[in-house]
């Protein structure tokens, strides 16, 4: 079971990228998924989740400029980043509590991380 991210890449200010992130492997259900990112010398931090049902959260650096959506049916989360600033450059990386089956037993699990893809954004 794996988290595959993709659609980072260069960006001019005041320009857009997507972001999506699929889930592939034996998943029964997800429950929340998110992004996070890490600037280079910095902590990793928080960009958005969202449950399964729907319900958002953002940080507030990016509310009102960033849009995270799912596809259940695709096992795919989305980040769709508009407005994008200079700090917004970071890698961004997909996140997921899901549970899965393992021969034949269900197993839950949280903080499961994709590999980072990377974002920059230039002024």
């Known amino acids: 079971v794996q988290l595959q991210a993709s659609g980072g890449g260069l960006a001019q200010a005041g320009g857009s990228l997507r972001l999506s992130c699929a889930a592939s492997g034996s998943i029964v259900s997800i429950w929340d998924m998110g992004w996070y990112r890490q600037a280079p010398g910095k902590e990793r931090e928080l960009v958005a989740t969202i449950t399964s049902g729907g319900g958002t959260n953002y940080a507030d650096s990016v509310k009102g400029r960033f849009t995270i959506s799912r596809d259940n049916g695709k096992n795919t989360v989305y980040l769709q980043m508009n407005s994008l600033k200079p700090e917004d450059t970071a890698v961004y990386y997909c996140?997921?509590?899901?549970?899965?089956?393992?021969?034949?037993?269900?197993?839950?699990?949280?903080?499961?991380w994709g590999k980072g893809t990377l974002v920059t954004v230039s002024s």
């Open positions: 996140n997921a509590d899901w549970v899965i089956q393992t021969g034949g037993v269900m197993e839950a699990s949280k903080d499961n």
